[in-house]
């Protein structure tokens, strides 16, 4: 029986409208925003980014899973993995009775036609997506468009016969769904973290690699029967949507500036091509705490945001370069005046740090969330800030 997909919602956003305010809405954080993005009480004053939070992927997501529970009230609703990488609205699509496939494994050799999968925003493998539509369920597809672009992309350097450098984490669903469609049009692709990597690629492309160590360091980077002699003549590039713009674009222009060393400018368009996929939700939300950081005498920024996030983890890194900066993944890591429980920038653990917020005197926070993060949290976040400076 083949699978019955939805890709454009179940005709119930009105129903579902007054549940999602009731759960993601802040009518702090939106007063806050008619009145110029900041925020006085006392001796705080919070300036909130001008782009931040739920963008319009994440926001079509969650709208979508919570029409999937209205409309299938009595079938099984299972999502492939988090929806998006927030464990607050995670745990609130738990809570409805949606279960994830990444954690109840067994489920997945019973799906059959009466299973309803929600697959997430970044999409899903194409392996993947096979294996559920032989199985004949029904299918809730929110891949978000710009994830699509970044296939469509790959797909196209693979049919032109180019190899697919992804700018990308290789453990994140998104950089795992494209590369599987770069390989499943018959291309190559090669996933690189950052300059280093990059740099082992551009000192192979000027014939100053070893090839078993190459191949040793990307082994799970890279498409399989990968050759480094004949697959890094012709690169495509393509990024994560959600990687650092001014990181991308570094990366892309030292691979260029290999390409032309190695075969001169005349075949450069031979040799390298670049579309710039990072979503312009992320590059508006980097843009706006740049701004943010440029514009106010800011004293210490918070980002709030799941700590699997790519894009909270940029823009942390992006404010850590010049403030002090704490990473929170939810309001309740803001602990008490002393003590807040965060994430550094760079590392995967969380930490707890005492004495973060100056016990006296005037205090500028500045504020920004990542793209899988609902106002209510950015909200309750100001209400204890404002709480522990009283
Ligand atoms: S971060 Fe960008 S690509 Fe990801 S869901 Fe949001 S808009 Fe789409």
């Not at 899973?65 to 609130?92: C, M, S, W």
């Not at 050799?109 to 899903?124: N, Q, T």
């Amino acid at each position: 029986m083949p699978s019955l997909i939805f890709r454009k919602g179940l005709d119930l956003k009105h129903a579902v409208a007054g549940m999602l305010a009731d759960n993601y809405h802040s009518d702090l954080v939106e007063r806050i925003k008619a009145e110029d993005f900041s925020y006085r009480a006392g001796r705080l004053t919070v300036h909130l980014a001008r782009e931040f939070g739920f963008c319009y992927g994440v926001d079509r997501a969650v709208d979508y899973a919570y029409q999937t529970r209205q409309r299938f009230p009595d079938r099984p609703v299972y999502l492939t993995g988090e929806i998006i990488h927030n464990p607050h609205v995670n745990d609130k699509l738990a809570s409805m009775g949606i279960r994830f496939l990444s954690v109840d494994r067994a489920a997945n050799d019973r799906l059959g036609p009466g299973d309803v999968v929600i697959l997430p925003a970044f999409g899903v493998t194409v392996a993947m997506l096979q294996q559920l539509e032989r199985r004949g369920c029904t299918l809730i597809d929110t891949t978000c468009g710009s994830v699509l672009n970044v296939w469509k992309n790959v797909r196209r350097y693979a049919e032109a016969g180019f190899t697919s450098v992804i700018h990308g984490k290789v453990w994140h669903e998104e950089t795992q769904a494209t590369a599987s469609h770069a390989a499943g049009s018959g291309g190559k692709f090669l996933v690189v973290l950052d300059r280093a990597e990059t740099q082992l690629v551009c000192d192979y492309i000027a014939g100053r690699g070893d090839r078993a160590a190459f191949l040793a360091k990307f082994v799970r980077a890279a498409s399989e029967g990968f050759d480094p002699d004949a697959d890094l003549q012709r690169i495509g590039l393509a990024n994560q949507t959600t990687m650092l713009m001014s990181e991308s674009l570094e990366l892309g222009e030292m691979i260029r500036a290999a390409m032309v060393d190695r075969y001169g400018d005349a075949a450069l368009a031979t040799h390298y091509q670049a579309f710039d996929t990072i979503c312009s939700a992320t590059q508006d939300r980097q843009d706006a705490v740049t701004a943010l950081l440029r514009d106010k005498a800011i004293d210490l920024m918070i980002v709030i945001g799941g700590y699997n996030s790519s894009n909270t983890a940029n823009l942390a890194r992006i404010c850590a370069a010049s403030r002090t900066t704490f990473h929170i993944a939810d309001p309740d890591c803001l602990q008490s005046r002393t003590t807040i429980r965060h994430r550094p920038v760079g590392r995967k653990d969380e930490v707890v740090t005492t004495g973060w917020l100056p016990a006296e005197g005037a205090i500028t926070v500045g504020l920004t969330s990542g793209a899988s993060t609902p106002d209510n949290l950015v909200g309750a976040a100001i209400s204890r800030l404002e709480t522990f400076c009283a």
